[in-house]
């Protein structure tokens, strides 16, 4: 009995005892937590597009737990004072929570990461998007100068498989190149060869003071990482010695100390057509054989390109006619065996071929997105020899396979369509 009456104590007072603990531990002793920071913006030094960093300083007192949340969908950390870097612009509710022996409070702050388009440069680089550059169409887009830029050793234009090269920067730091064809190798004894894989990546150092500079990221497997022609630029780094809303021109240091300098512009509409009709270099074009009725229609203007003649079969000798349009505004005319001159009726007769030069204007009125000039010269035409007096042809359409020209400016009476297609 006497045993039984120690147990039953024994546990009435163990219950008690944790009962009175368990009640003392949820009463907090201590003044409550107060979470209070500041912040201040800097931008890390040589990287664009901004990757902004923050450092917050912790003004909280009576806390010894602390959880940031930096509004920008990064984790959380629980340093004193973190400093935090943002990779794009916007605007951030920063919160603080801070624990103390008498509960938690919190305190947010509003952040503003300032955009990298705030940097002039890289606006003009980027067109705070997505920016295409092209060679300049400059005597001198690429010259060759001392280490201290006193001499020129070479000076020269882009290359027939340069000329259509596009490289592209992006606001987020993405770099691309387009070769459209082939890369115009150093390497390969300065030659035109298979397209080269470049690098992916850019960022601009824009220290105060200095020059900015472009760096590019590493090349991809089996390329070279490269702006303007494949020379090894120490570092991959190019200053950006000029940049205008069209126009930018950069310069690199060569492995052997001498400078190697590129004049780019932003590609035209009248520029792109050219591409395509030129393919960057050369590319001829034929009559299509398979265009129904025919590929040769003729009216009085653009309002009636059909009201004479709506299109028949080619004469046999026209179907080999070839015409190759050269990037550096030239034209040869291939007739084969026989060219077909027009009359009444019209014949074939002795070849007429030709080579000249062209030049490629915007269209001044009426319909077209560019234009050809020949030389006012019977000897010259496209498509027919009957050709209006002014010798101009409009390109109605293009792309990289077909090809509408419209011979006649639409005033002198008479305008020829001409329905191509690639020839190679």
């Given at each position: 009995?006497k045993k039984n009456i120690?147990?039953?104590?024994?546990?009435?007072?163990?219950?008690?005892?944790?009962?009175?603990?368990?009640?003392?531990?949820?009463?907090?002793?201590?003044?409550?937590?107060?979470?209070?920071?500041?912040?201040?913006?800097?931008?890390?030094?040589?990287?664009?597009?901004?990757?902004?960093?923050?450092?917050?300083?912790?003004?909280?007192?009576?806390?010894?737990?602390?959880?940031?949340?930096?509004?920008?969908?990064?984790?959380?950390?629980?340093?004193?004072?973190?400093?935090?870097?943002?990779?794009?612009?916007?605007?951030?509710?920063?919160?603080?929570?801070?624990?103390?022996?008498?509960?938690?409070?919190?305190?947010?702050?509003?952040?503003?990461?300032?955009?990298?388009?705030?940097?002039?440069?890289?606006?003009?680089?980027?067109?705070?998007?997505?920016?295409?550059?092209?060679?300049?169409?400059?005597?001198?887009?690429?010259?060759?100068?001392?280490?201290?830029?006193?001499?020129?050793?070479?000076?020269?234009p882009a290359a027939g498989?340069?000329?259509?090269?596009?490289?592209?920067?992006?606001?987020?730091?993405?770099?691309?190149?387009?070769?459209?064809?082939?890369?115009?190798?150093?390497?390969?004894?300065?030659?035109?060869?298979?397209?080269?894989?470049?690098?992916?990546?850019?960022?601009?150092?824009?220290?105060?003071?200095?020059?900015?500079?472009?760096?590019?990221?590493?090349?991809?497997?089996?390329?070279?990482?490269?702006?303007?022609?494949?020379?090894?630029?120490?570092?991959?780094?190019?200053?950006?010695?000029?940049?205008?809303?069209?126009?930018?021109?950069?310069?690199?240091?060569?492995?052997?100390?001498?400078?190697?300098?590129?004049?780019?512009?932003?590609?035209?509409?009248?520029?792109?057509?050219?591409?395509?009709?030129?393919?960057?270099?050369?590319?001829?074009?034929?009559?299509?054989?398979?265009?129904?009725?025919?590929?040769?229609?003729?009216?009085?203007?653009?309002?009636?390109?059909?009201?004479?003649?709506?299109?028949?079969?080619?004469?046999?000798?026209?179907?080999?006619?070839?015409?190759?349009?050269?990037?550096?505004?030239?034209?040869?005319?291939?007739?084969?065996?026989?060219?077909?001159?027009?009359g009444n009726p019209g014949?074939?007769?002795?070849?007429?071929?030709?080579?000249?030069?062209?030049?490629?204007?915007?269209?001044?009125?009426?319909?077209?997105?560019?234009?050809?000039?020949?030389?006012?010269?019977?000897?010259?035409?496209?498509?027919?020899?009957?050709?209006?007096?002014?010798?101009?042809?409009?390109?109605?359409?293009?792309?990289?396979?077909?090809?509408?020209?419209?011979?006649?400016?639409?005033?002198?009476?008479?305008?020829?369509?001409?329905?191509?297609?690639?020839?190679?």
């Amino acid at each position: 009995m006497k045993k039984n009456i120690l147990i039953t104590l024994s546990a009435v007072l163990t219950t008690f005892f944790w009962t009175a603990c368990k009640e003392s531990d949820n009463i907090l002793e201590g003044t409550p937590s107060e979470a209070s920071f500041t912040a201040a913006i800097t931008a890390v030094p040589d990287t664009l597009p901004f990757q902004q960093k923050v450092t917050f300083t912790n003004n909280s007192k009576d806390a010894f737990i602390y959880k940031w949340d930096f509004g920008d969908g990064s984790n959380p950390s629980a340093e004193a004072n973190p400093v935090h870097i943002y990779k794009s612009s916007n605007t951030f509710t920063v919160k603080l929570t801070s624990v103390g022996k008498a509960g938690s409070s919190e305190s947010t702050r509003v952040i503003t990461v300032q955009d990298a388009c705030s940097n002039e440069t890289f606006r003009k680089l980027t067109s705070c998007g997505v920016q295409n550059w092209t060679w300049s169409s400059s005597a001198d887009a690429i010259r060759v100068l001392s280490a201290d830029a006193s001499q020129v050793f070479f000076a020269g234009p882009a290359a027939g498989c340069q000329v259509d090269d596009r490289f592209t920067f992006q606001s987020d730091g993405t770099f691309r190149y387009d070769a459209r064809g082939e890369t115009f190798s150093v390497q390969a004894g300065y030659s035109c060869q298979p397209a080269i894989a470049n690098a992916n990546s850019f960022k601009m150092v824009a220290r105060a003071g200095s020059v900015p500079k472009i760096i590019l990221g590493p090349a991809a497997t089996g390329g070279r990482a490269f702006l303007g022609t494949t020379d090894q630029v120490v570092g991959n780094a190019y200053e950006i010695r000029s940049i205008t809303d069209e126009t930018m021109v950069l310069r690199g240091t060569l492995t052997d100390g001498n400078l190697i300098e590129f004049k780019f512009q932003l590609p035209s509409d009248l520029d792109n057509v050219k591409l395509v009709l030129t393919g960057g270099s050369t590319r001829s074009w034929k009559l299509d054989v398979n265009k129904i009725p025919g590929p040769i229609t003729v009216g009085p203007n653009d309002g009636d390109p059909t009201g004479y003649f709506g299109g028949g079969p080619l004469a046999p000798c026209q179907i080999d006619d070839v015409y190759t349009f050269g990037q550096n505004n030239t034209i040869v005319y291939n007739a084969g065996a026989e060219t077909f001159v027009a009359g009444n009726p019209g014949s074939c007769q002795a070849p007429r071929n030709y080579s000249t030069t062209y030049t490629f204007t915007n269209v001044p009125g009426g319909a077209g997105i560019a234009q050809i000039n020949l030389p006012i010269n019977a000897q010259y035409f496209i498509g027919i020899t009957d050709r209006p007096n002014e010798n101009v042809y409009r390109i109605i359409e293009i792309n990289d396979n077909r090809m509408v020209l419209r011979a006649g400016n639409g005033n002198s009476g008479v305008v020829f369509d001409l329905f191509f297609v690639r020839a190679n």
